[in-house]
């Protein structure tokens, strides 16, 4: 950590500024240059927080060396994580292709499209029990009987299952009923349920809110990880942006950028960041060619019968034609999707 001085400190401030440090139990570094004076601090900064230090008078600025996430960081784990969801492998070369409806709807419904969605090459089922919607009129999701609806479709197909959780009261059902627990945007920053998620051992979708920084979202992953849940995994799913013409903006530049900063898996969710079937194949492809390790897109064989996000889903076979062309470019890029396990269902 470095503490710039005021370029009116007096001696008196900086011997203060000094005595702080030490107080901390760290060492200060004084540098007296001719238009400023630093402090270097000298120790593990991580256990110091800045803020007090920036409100002693005569500090200009204090700048932290480290990244503020020291679990989720790459400089604390150089290797890419490879995260396990009942048998389907996420990053390190590996692509998880996840695929489902918005919402669970009724199990005859929920086997076609899984039917049709692990034929097309998906291997992670998805659908929301608990939904997250602007209104309270709005379809909430079928709850603990929408979680088992989705555990019988993954067992009767094969598949793990991926599903929100919206409130740290449903930790536990969907702890039992999913493979893998979704954190959504809408509650990227909700810490105290991140805290008891991560009090689980189940892999976590950690989705990216729609005004969260990239240091957000990394360090809401810090949550998870502090907690001993090390099985996270990133989704770049848009950022809130002006133009209606897209639900969101898809933030590509995210998927190199975390993948530089953390050694976490971050995939790509095209149909939230777009909420246009036409516009989520070629987004699709450009977060796999990006280095996504993964993509989430939602797919309904009657848009217009789901129960919600029905305007932005795929057609089970326009999921098929667009996850040929991805495990294409996967192979470009020396990937795979990551197969099913082998018990597999029908
Ligand atoms: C979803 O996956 O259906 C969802 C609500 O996503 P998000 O949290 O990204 O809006
Ligand atoms: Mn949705």
């Not at 002693?56 to 060396?65: D, M, N, S, T």
Request: aromatic share 4%.
């Amino acid at each position: 950590m470095i503490i710039i001085l005021k370029p009116d400190v007096t001696e008196e401030q900086i011997q203060h500024v000094v005595a702080r440090v030490e107080e901390l139990g760290l060492r200060a570094h004084l540098s007296r240059g001719t238009y400023r004076t630093i402090v270097g601090v000298i120790g593990d900064e991580q256990k110091v927080q800045a803020d007090p230090l920036r409100a002693i008078p005569g500090v200009l600025e204090v700048v932290p060396v480290l990244p503020p996430y020291k679990l989720a960081s790459r400089e604390a784990h150089p290797q890419s994580s490879i995260i396990d969801v009942a048998g389907v492998k996420i990053g390190g070369g590996n692509l998880a292709m996840i695929a489902g409806p918005c919402a669970v709807e009724e199990p005859e419904r929920m086997l076609r499209i899984a039917q049709m969605v692990k034929a097309a090459g998906a291997n992670l089922f998805r659908g929301g029990a608990y939904k997250p919607r602007t209104s309270p009129y709005a379809f909430q999701g079928q709850g603990e009987e929408g979680l088992r609806i989705l555990r019988e479709t993954g067992d009767a197909v094969g598949m793990p299952v991926v599903t929100e959780v919206m409130d740290p009261r449903q930790i536990d059902a969907v702890d039992r009923w999913a493979d893998m627990i979704q954190i959504g945007a809408r509650n990227m920053q909700n810490f105290s349920l991140l805290t008891e998620v991560g009090r689980t051992r189940k892999p976590v979708l950690l989705k990216r809110g729609m005004s969260a920084t990239i240091t957000d979202l990394l360090m809401s992953a810090e949550y998870i990880l502090s907690q001993g849940n090390s099985q996270v995994v990133l989704c770049e799913r848009g950022i809130k942006g002006w133009d209606p013409a897209t639900r969101n903006l898809y933030d590509v530049a995210a998927v190199p950028l975390v993948k530089g900063l953390s050694h976490l898996p971050i995939i790509v969710d095209p149909s939230h960041a777009t909420g246009r079937p036409d516009l989520i194949p070629a987004c699709a492809l450009a977060g796999v060619a990006a280095g996504a390790d993964g993509v989430h897109i939602e797919v309904h064989d009657c848009p217009e019968k789901a129960k919600s996000d029905g305007p932005q889903a795929l057609l089970p076979a326009q999921y098929a034609e667009l996850a040929a062309q991805i495990r294409k470019l996967a192979e470009l890029f020396g990937k795979r999707i990551s197969p099913l396990p082998e018990k597999a269902g029908s």
